[in-house]
């Protein structure tokens, strides 16, 4: 096995036990205690969404660095997908630490602009990779329908402090 393969599962492992550590324990009390959008899926779904993230994270990492980043535009489509996995990460201690439904929504937007960029710049150098991400880019916008619509379905919530 080659260093990209290990570099990308590594990179895939971290950001994901990240993730985990940012939503803590309460991730199914949390889904039970608010108001679901209609077409909302169910907790093992989301779960899948975020295992097929992780795929797609994987496989473009893998590409990027198999072929030298460096301080190019590869190296700036890799930059860009650490910056969204942090994000990401982030969006779990908002949502589930937090429990701020508001500000969840609002850091959608921040991410579809750096998903954007990445995307983009993915098109630039590596079409394979621009391909594997654009399900994900698709997705974001059922999420940020998502997301507002729990913000307004929610809104009378307290958050934590």
Known sequence: MTAAPIGALII?????????LAAGSGVRQRFAELR???????LPVWVGIGLFYYV???????RLLDAGIGFSLRG????????LMGINIFWNVIFFR???VRASYISFWPYLLVALAF????????????????PY??????????GRRLWQLNASMPRAT
């Open 36 to 42: 679901l959008p209609r077409f909302s899926p169910p």
């Open 137 to 146: 880019f698709l997705y974001l916008g059922y999420a940020i329908w998502w």
């Open 98 to 100: 937090r429990k701020d």
């Open 56 to 62: 797609i994270c994987f496989a473009i990492s893998n």
């Open 76 to 83: 700036g489509a890799f930059a860009l997908l650490l910056v």
């Open 119 to 134: 995307l983009l710049v993915l098109g630039s150098v590596d079409t394979l990779a621009a391909w594997i991400f654009l």
């Open 12 to 20: 895939c492992v971290a950001s994901a036990l990240l993730e985990g």
